[in-house]
């Protein structure tokens, strides 16, 4: 996927490390066994959204091999402001993620790789974007539009919505 990336123009190294949680909390919980390959791909929180939208294209294509693009970061997350125990979202949490579910059910990556300007609170839901990024990701590899595959809150803050990207969703 290395040579993928830099054939497409985007600067990419192989590194070994660890699993973070980003990968392994969600990797636990859909392949309890750990009987499946992974490769751990970074976000750069120093590129834009197109960026991220740009490595997901790049993995489209492998999509065709059977590999599953997984990006895990919550779809609001902001632990400065949690409320431990609680599943009520306030406001702006929830304005953000019916704009970011809106927009990615009809496909409108642009507006979502632009989701500073364009996402309603978009600061105060991602006070920084490491969490945010890993779903441009997934949706440049998904070429087109999500649909809602699960949405819960914990935490008051943290939005669990888990969308699928592609023709093979539905």
Same mark, same amino acid.
């Given at each position: 996927?290395?040579e993928d990336l830099?054939? +497409?123009?985007?600067?990419?190294?192989?590194?070994?490390?660890?699993?973070?949680? /980003?990968?392994?909390?969600? $990797?636990?919980?859909?392949?309890?066994?750990?009987?499946? =390959?992974?490769?751990?791909?970074?976000?750069?929180? /120093?590129? !834009?959204? +197109?960026?991220? $939208?740009?490595?997901? +294209?790049? $993995?489209? !294509?492998?999509?065709?091999?059977?590999?599953?693009?997984?990006?895990?970061?919550?779809?609001?997350?902001? $632990?400065?402001?949690?409320? =431990?125990?609680?599943?009520?979202? =306030?406001?702006?949490?929830?304005?953000?993620?019916? *704009?970011? &579910?809106?927009?990615?059910?009809?496909?409108d990556s642009k507006?979502?790789? !632009?989701?500073?300007?364009?996402? =309603?609170?978009?600061?105060?839901?991602?006070?920084?974007?490491?969490? *945010?990024?890993?779903?441009?990701?997934?949706?440049?590899?998904?070429?087109?539009?999500?649909?809602?595959?699960?949405?819960?809150?914990?935490?008051?803050?943290?939005?669990?919505? &888990?969308?699928?990207?592609?023709?093979?969703?539905?």
């Amino acid at each position: 996927m290395v040579e993928d990336l830099k054939i +497409a123009g985007i600067p990419a190294t192989r590194a070994e490390r660890g699993f973070d949680h /980003g990968v392994w909390v969600p $990797l636990a919980l859909m392949f309890p066994a750990a009987d499946i =390959p992974v490769v751990a791909m970074s976000v750069q929180p /120093g590129r !834009d959204g +197109a960026h991220h $939208l740009a490595v997901g +294209a790049v $993995l489209a !294509d492998r999509r065709a091999e059977n590999i599953l693009v997984v990006g895990s970061g919550a779809i609001t997350h902001n $632990l400065g402001e949690v409320v =431990p125990g609680s599943t009520e979202a =306030p406001e702006w949490v929830t304005a953000f993620d019916d *704009w970011a &579910v809106e927009r990615a059910c009809a496909g409108d990556s642009k507006a979502l790789a !632009d989701w500073r300007r364009q996402g =309603p609170h978009a600061r105060r839901n991602h006070p920084t974007p490491e969490h *945010w990024l890993p779903f441009l990701v997934a949706l440049g590899a998904g070429a087109g539009s999500g649909q809602v595959l699960h949405r819960s809150t914990t935490w008051g803050v943290l939005r669990m919505t &888990v969308m699928g990207f592609g023709s093979e969703i539905a």
